[in-house]
């Protein structure tokens, strides 16, 4: 068994995410889904779709909710889900960089997967001192 990985997005930007991370490993290690939310959506009918992609996605060690951008919509869906019964944690701030090192931590319980989303993301950020 292994972890779900579900990006909660607005539109195009989790699959285009999902596409990226094949492009740097081929053969994704863990099931990665993407919900991305269009600008007119029904959040009540979204959260409804999104809990069970969320239940697809959870083998018994959980899902983590990776979403774009914290207090928006996508994310908003993503922590209710946990109302719901869905065993999740979630992850705001979603870039390339905290995905691909969620999934080269793939052996990792929820709990120290969200760290490593939340670190891999932080660490992809770099400045230039030039």
Known sequence: MSVGVLLMTHEAVGQALISAAHHVLPKLPLQVEAVEVPPSADPDVMRTLT????????TGD??????????????????????????????????????????????????????????????GIFIDHA
């Open 51 to 58: 809990a069970k992609h969320a239940r697809d996605l959870d």
């Open 62 to 123: 959980g899902v983590l909710v990776l979403a774009d951008l914290y207090g928006a919509t996508p994310c908003n869906i993503g922590l209710s889900l946990g109302k719901l019964g869905v065993h999740l944690r979630c992850v705001s701030g979603l870039n390339l960089p905290m995905l691909l090192r969620v999934l080269n931590y793939a052996e990792k319980p929820l709990d120290e997967l969200a760290e490593v989303a939340a670190s891999g993301g932080r660490g």
